[in-house]
């Protein structure tokens, strides 16, 4: 299982869906679950990155590894993979 970025949203002005991936699965491929947002567009950092706290920390106890991105964002938002 591996947590990935969903590119979503018009060019040149990408939305990102933190989801749950089989790990053979491609990138914009059927997700498993959509643990949350990540919009690089919006002005506050708070505002960046919608997580639902309890279903990643539910996914990463099940082995699920992050990837380097998705990773950077669950530590800033307090989630340590």
């Known amino acids: 299982m591996r ?3 969903k590119r979503m949203g018009k060019k040149h002005h990408g939305t990102y869906r933190i989801c749950a991936f089989d790990a053979r699965s491609p990138r914009d491929g059927r997700e498993l679950e ?6 690089p567009f919006k002005e ?16 990463l106890d099940n082995g699920a590894r992050p990837t380097d991105k998705v990773a950077v964002l669950l530590k800033k938002h307090g989630i340590n993979p």
């Open 3 to 5: 947590l990935r970025l």
């Open 44 to 59: 506050k950092d708070e505002d960046k990155v919608v997580v639902d706290r309890e279903r990643v920390i539910h996914w």
């Open 34 to 39: 959509i643990l949350g947002t990540y919009d």
